[in-house]
């Protein structure tokens, strides 16, 4: 089977999508966020298309393009939409698929499911996004623990932002979870840059063989 691997965060706004578009370049592979709120503003589809290197058509239609800024379950409310789980089947691709949720593991789509539902019905390995900054410990081991709960399984953290070395070792060793390596923030961030930096920071090896 074609890997197949959903990057997820502690958080909101910590660079998952760059992450990701590093990663579905890396991969050769695709990319689909299944489902995107806000639209006045640059898409993460458009980001990663954008950053990936990836060529066109490897960068997969949202199911859901919702209007507002807002947690998926409102702006669906808002725009009128219900955000239906069975929708969100798995595509079949000839290549790799970095699929990427929307915030956190408990964001709900709507008022009786969140993304780790779906997660949970996937079983698909997963990459934790987490920041290197104050709060990470404690959001970083609260959703490890909510993954092991629901038997998810985790591949490793991707930490994002400056190095803190103490902070990273103190997760990896509370949690048992190895540190995939890290994303440092980028200026400029280019297509190049961002390239250059995931093969410095990650093993590519321990990412495509570790489910």
Not at 51 to 80: C, K, T
Request: glycine fraction near 10%.
């Amino acid at each position: 089977m074609t890997k197949r691997i959903v990057v997820t965060g502690t958080d909101t706004g910590i660079g998952k999508t760059v992450f990701s578009a590093g990663l579905a370049g890396l991969l050769d592979g695709f990319y689909w966020k299944p489902v995107q709120s806000g639209l006045d503003e640059e898409t993460d589809s458009e980001v990663v298309a954008r950053l990936s290197g990836l060529p066109a058509g490897r960068v997969l239609p949202e199911v859901y393009r919702l209007r507002m800024p807002l947690p998926p379950h409102r702006s669906a409310e808002i725009d009128g939409v219900a955000i239906e789980a069975a929708k969100l089947s798995l595509p079949d691709l000839p290549g790799p698929l970095i699929i990427e949720g929307a915030g956190g593991l408990m964001v709900p789509l709507n008022r009786r499911t969140r993304f780790i539902d779906i997660f949970e019905q996937w079983q698909l390995p997963v990459i934790l996004c987490a920041r290197t900054t104050l709060g990470t410990i404690n959001h970083t081991l609260l959703s490890i623990e909510a993954l092991r709960a629901r038997s998810i399984p985790l591949i490793g953290i991707a930490f994002i932002g400056d190095e803190v070395a103490d902070t990273q070792r103190t997760i990896a060793e509370f949690s048992g979870v190895r540190q995939l390596g890290r994303l440092p923030l980028l200026d400029p961030l280019t297509s190049e840059t961002l390239r250059e930096a995931m093969v410095a920071g990650f093993d590519l090896a321990l990412i495509a063989g570790g489910d």
